[in-house]
């Protein structure tokens, strides 16, 4: 099938939004779409053993394979038969969706967390996700809307491969594009505050100059703000339609776990957000 968009599903409302938006996503992009709809076989304690123990409990695959039946055909009623295809995966959700991933385009998850307190419900599946797959993860909260796409940049490899992705998704959706970059202005410094500022502004045009070229029907603008990236960003979203961001993450025996940026803005965002790795060489 190629390249295609991947995205998970169960029985929550969220992942019917994560679901549309991937299809809508996938349709602009001429690209298909793979549903996931994993579940894992559980343990429960059988009382009647007399002793501890555990037995398997039986589970109700073909809720499961109607669930992905359903996902299925939505996808293949807007983008044609041979653009929607499912996996119906006896993993966790995912180690599922991280199985596949490096052959995705996307990834595409929805969330529950919609603030501070409920930031445990988004842990399980985004932040792993977001944490380790190989490509772009969007996480999804809220129905698709428009406005702009966001960038956050500090000119590190890592937001490089975010302002990459964020002109593909402005080309792609139509949308414009708001590149922004933090910034923050030394009291004692060879040049004052406004010759730095200047001099930064012509280096990030001259660095976004070939992604202009690559698609230039991308209206984009470009912002220097000084301040906390994370909180800046959570602001913008208010109005944007994707905010995407590089992951700082770091690696090791323990696992991979995001940025302190990406991490708030996953947890904090009023808009879909998209979380790019730097491509492993």
């Not at 996931?36 to 409990?57: D, H, K, N």
Request: charged share 20%; glycine share 8%; hydrophobic share 40%.
């Amino acid at each position: 099938m190629g390249k295609f968009i991947m995205v998970g599903v169960d029985e929550t409302p969220e992942s019917q939004i994560a679901l549309r938006w991937a299809v809508e996503a996938a349709r602009e992009r001429g690209s298909a779409v793979r549903v996931v709809r994993a579940y894992l076989q559980e343990s429960g304690s059988w009382s009647g053993l007399g002793v501890e123990g555990y037995v398997p409990i039986p589970a109700p695959v073909d809720r499961y394979q109607e669930e992905l039946d359903a996902a299925v055909r939505f996808a293949q009623d807007r983008l044609g038969y041979e653009r929607g295809s499912g996996w119906l995966a006896n993993l966790a959700p995912a180690d599922a969706i991280l199985a596949e991933a490096a052959e995705a385009d996307m990834v595409v998850v929805g969330t529950r967390s919609r603030n501070k307190m409920s930031a445990a419900v988004l842990g399980s599946v985004a932040t792993s996700v977001s944490a380790q797959a190989p490509c772009p993860v969007v996480v999804v909260r809220g129905e698709r809307r428009t406005g702009p796409v966001v960038v956050g940049t500090d000119g590190s490899e890592d937001s490089d491969e975010a302002v990459a992705f964020a002109f593909e998704q402005a080309s792609a959706s139509g949308q414009p594009l708001t590149v922004v970059h933090f910034w923050h202005p030394q009291e004692r410094h060879v040049e004052s505050a406004e010759s730095a500022s200047e001099s930064l502004k012509n280096r990030l045009a001259e660095s976004l100059a070939p992604y202009q070229a690559k698609h230039p029907a991308v209206h984009v603008k470009t912002s220097l703000l000084e301040g906390r990236a994370s909180a800046k960003l959570v602001d913008l979203s208010n109005d944007a339609s994707l905010v995407v961001v590089g992951s700082r993450g770091r690696g090791g025996v323990a696992g991979l776990v995001l940025g302190s940026v990406s991490q708030s803005l996953l947890h904090h965002a009023d808009s879909p957000v998209a979380v790019v790795r730097r491509r492993q060489s």
